[in-house]
């Protein structure tokens, strides 16, 4: 069964900081894997989809790689802002075509 | 262009009483999801929709829970005798195929007094 962690649970810096958010996986046999952010009381943005070939995808100050074989994906955010305070999710996708969710990354940028 | 909607966006019931949920898509994609996301707790998938067939439906939590999907666009997600449990946040996703990347609504909060 497919389990999906995230490190740190919650993340406090302050304006300007470059970030790193963690996500781990147990089956290494995904189809693709989602960074998403969610806003207090929100749905989920998608951030970025890494397809299980790929290792890595950018998105502005965004970064997302993948290491498949060891069951890793981490999250770059660089000179973070307060505007990025939210919560991040990743998510796998295996072959069952459904999204296997981590816990979230609840991370607050300070001024 | 326009993403996911859901509807309503709030709804508080009685215990034991039936409620209807309402997703519609994003126009032209052919997979639609439902998760949920309880108080305190992770999302979890509950049934996908591939076209109007819904081949996964293991996230169901039981007999009470059922959805549908009519001409490869809404879905309804119906929850029938409520209980307090059910109470959590409902949203929908959809996505270009299974492949793709999947777009969240804004989701419907339940409560269930």
């Known amino acids: 069964k497919q389990e999906v962690t995230q490190i740190p649970a919650a993340l406090s810096v302050p304006e300007g900081e470059n970030l790193v958010l963690n996500c781990s996986f147990t089956?290494?046999?995904?189809?693709?894997l989602q960074w998403f952010r969610q806003d207090p009381g929100k749905g989920l943005t998608s951030l970025l989809l890494?397809?299980?070939?790929?290792r890595e995808q950018t998105s502005g100050r965004l970064n997302a790689s993948l290491d498949k074989s060891s069951g890793r994906s981490t999250l770059y955010i660089a000179a973070s802002q307060p505007g990025d305070s939210a919560t991040y999710l990743c998510?796998?996708?295996?072959?069952?075509?459904?999204?296997?969710f981590g816990t979230g990354t609840r991370l607050q940028v300070f001024p | 262009g326009a993403g996911v909607s859901q509807s309503p966006s709030n709804k508080v019931t009685e215990k034991g009483k039936d409620v209807e949920l309402r997703c519609d898509p994003i126009?032209?994609?052919?997979?639609l999801y439902w998760y949920r996301q309880s108080l305190g707790q992770g999302l979890e998938f509950l049934i996908y929709?591939?076209?109007?067939?819904?081949?996964?439906k293991s996230g169901l939590p039981s007999d009470r829970f059922s959805a549908e999907r009519t001409g490869g666009s809404v879905s309804t997600l119906t929850i029938q005798r409520t209980q307090q449990e059910d109470s959590a946040v409902y949203l929908c996703?959809?996505?270009?195929?299974?492949?793709?990347?999947?777009?969240f609504g804004p989701g419907t909060r339940l409560t269930v007094t």
């Open positions: 996703a959809s996505s270009r195929d299974l492949a793709y990347e999947q777009y």
């Open positions: 089956d290494s046999a995904i189809y693709n």
């Open positions: 890494i397809q299980s070939s790929q």
């Open positions: 998510a796998v996708k295996g072959n069952t075509d459904k999204l296997i």
């Open positions: 126009s032209g994609h052919t997979a």
């Open positions: 929709f591939q076209g109007n067939s819904a081949p996964d």
